[in-house]
């Protein structure tokens, strides 16, 4: 059985940018109902003992499997939300710099890109940043994808793009939540130890285990 994980921090430990209130709804709701959803549907469906990342490469594309994909990757995506969030805020540096500088040129035009595309996704869904044969890569992806069926690429970070994720903090300013977001609770050390993983140092983030 999958547990839904505790967040790495105080509920009001990345405001303003998060509220306490935002979290217990997020987490404590939104979260839960998704890992309690796909609990169900993996003892359905015979998979269970299979890791969160397994059930979500054997949903993905099956359209008979389509609610169980929805739950569980909306399960995996949230958990590596709130590790990619970290109330001690550190700007990027040592290779994850210069993986940024190479790319984008410097931070600044990085923000400007995330955002951007973050901006630009119409509807819900999911902006990443990611890394692809050593190049950082900026990708969003819709409702509940992620980046779990594209081996090509590895997910340093990710930023929620769905309403409720925001909502109560920021209205429909979804720009001014992205450029907080950037600025204030990016985990830059869950980017840098990403980046390791996919240069072969490690397996890189993983759902916990089913217990």
């Known amino acids: 059985m999958f547990v839904l994980p505790d967040l790495p921090y105080a509920y009001d430990a990345i405001e303003p940018v998060v509220s306490a209130k935002t979290f217990t709804f997020h987490h404590d709701k939104h979260h839960k109902a998704y890992v309690d959803m796909t609990n169900t549907l993996v003892g359905e469906l015979g998979l269970t003992g299979k890791t969160m990342e397994e059930v979500v490469l054997a949903a993905v594309g099956d359209k008979s499997k389509k609610k169980l994909f929805n739950n569980a990757a909306q399960s995996w995506n949230h958990a590596f939300f709130w590790d990619a969030m970290t109330p001690d805020f550190k700007a990027p540096e040592g290779e994850l710099k210069a993986a940024i500088e190479k790319t984008f040129g410097d931070i600044a035009t990085l923000k400007e890109k ?56 920021h209205q429909n300013n979804r720009k001014g939540f992205l450029e907080a977001w950037f600025d204030k609770a990016a985990n830059w050390s869950l980017a840098a130890s990403q980046l390791k993983a996919a240069q072969g140092g490690g397996e890189g983030w993983r759902y916990p285990a089913p217990q």
Do not use: M, R
């Open 114 to 169: 995330f955002v951007a595309e973050g901006i630009g996704h119409f509807g819900s869904g999911w902006v990443w940043l990611a890394v692809k044969s050593g190049e950082l890569v900026i990708t969003s992806t819709h409702d509940g994808e992620n980046l779990l069926d594209q081996p090509d690429l590895t997910p340093l970070l990710v930023c929620d793009l769905w309403e409720h994720a925001y909502y109560l903090d």
